[in-house]
């Protein structure tokens, strides 16, 4: 797990020239989790951008609770904020 915050961090989708509100979830070398109250298809891409990275992903699994659409995103590519430390104790 490179990141998994004790809260949800906002992000902007990008989805056929539309904008979204999302939070991220988790994120891994390869996944990316996200909550959204929009539904996207699945296998759609995205794009998406918050003050810490932005990268672009497929989605490949949707589930639907409580009004919240909780997607994960299969990273075609991911670029971090110069300077950002993953994985790491301070």
């Known amino acids: 797990m490179?990141?998994?915050?004790?809260q949800s961090i906002p992000l902007v989708l990008y989805f056929k020239q539309r904008q979204l509100s999302a939070y991220m979830s988790a994120?891994?070398?390869?996944s990316l989790t996200?909550?959204?109250e929009t539904y996207i298809d699945k296998h759609s891409?995205?794009?998406f951008v918050n003050p810490y990275f932005r990268g672009q992903g497929s989605i490949t699994d949707i589930r639907f609770e409580k009004a919240i659409f909780t997607y994960n995103l299969d990273i075609?590519?991911?670029?971090?904020?110069p300077g950002i430390i993953i994985n790491q104790k301070i």
């Not at 490179?2 to 004790?6: R, Y």
């Not at 994120?27 to 390869?30: E, G, N, R």
């Not at 075609?76 to 904020?81: C, D, E, G, R, V």
């Open 27 to 30: 994120l891994t070398d390869s």
């Open 2 to 6: 490179l990141i998994q915050p004790n």
């Open 45 to 47: 891409i995205v794009s």
């Open 76 to 81: 075609a590519s991911i670029q971090f904020k």
């Open 34 to 36: 996200i909550t959204c």
